[in-house]
Structures are given as structure tokens and as C-alpha cells.
């Protein structure tokens, strides 16, 4: 069966870090690129960042661009997003995501909270 588990969500001062991370099972992980999400209270879920297959490519939104970073381990099955620089606004629900294929639809894990605030 398809899985993805995230961890690693808590409570952050702003300006601290918190390191995410997804862990896949049930499908051949290394042909489908992965993306973090994100769902704050009362707004629309937004897209956080995107990588590729191999890793070789990366996509960051506008707001969270040279603070956060994606990264994957083909051989282990994960996925992971490192925040830095974690700002209020950041606050939302982060939701892993296998995106789609030709062949196969997409799917998502059932995400981890994060919260910034003093």
C-alpha cells in the first residue's frame, strides 16, 4: 500500500529551524517527483516546494525561497524540507505529496503541524 508519513512538525521560535521529513513506502519512489505543501487556517493549501526524480531539479514558492530547502534519498525513501529562517506566517499544516504520472494519480500523506510563534 502507497504511504507517506511525515515527521518532525512542532512548535518554533521565529527565526528558528525545524528539518521535515517523509517517509515512502508501497511505490517505486525514485520515478515520481515529491512536493511539500502547506494549509494555514481559513487559506487555500499552497504549494512549498517541488523536486524532481533524481533531485536534480528544484522549485521553491516566492515566500519561502532562500529560507527553506528540498531534498530526497532515493535509496532510503525520503524526502525532506529544511526551514530556516521560520517566520509567523509560516504557520500552516505541511503535507507531503507524490506527484502525478502518466500512469499513476497523485498522493498524499496526512501532514505534520508547524507552528512559529513566541
Known amino acids: 500500500q502507497v504511504q507517506l508519513v511525515e515527521s518532525g512538525g512542532g512548535l518554533v521560535q521565529p527565526g528558528g529551524s525545524l528539518r521535515l521529513s517523509c517517509a515512502a513506502s508501497?511505490?517505486?519512489?525514485?520515478?515520481?517527483?515529491m512536493s511539500w505543501y502547506r494549509q494555514a487556517p481559513g487559506k487555500e493549501r499552497e504549494l512549498v516546494a517541488r523536486?524532481?526524480?533524481?533531485?536534480?531539479?528544484?522549485t521553491y514558492s516566492d515566500s519561502v525561497k532562500g529560507r527553506f530547502t528540498i531534498s530526497r534519498d532515493n535509496v532510503k525513501n525520503t524526502v525532506h524540507l529544511q526551514m530556516n529562517n521560520l517566520k509567523p506566517e509560516d504557520t500552516a499544516i505541511y503535507y507531503c505529496?507524490?506527484?502525478?504520472?502518466?500512469?499513476?494519480?497523485?498522493?498524499w500523506g496526512q501532514g505534520t503541524q508547524v507552528t512559529v510563534s513566541s
Open positions: 505529496k507524490r506527484d502525478p504520472t502518466f500512469v499513476a494519480e497523485s498522493y
Open positions: 508501497g511505490f517505486a519512489f525514485s520515478a515520481y517527483a
Open positions: 523536486i524532481s526524480t533524481s533531485g536534480g531539479s528544484t
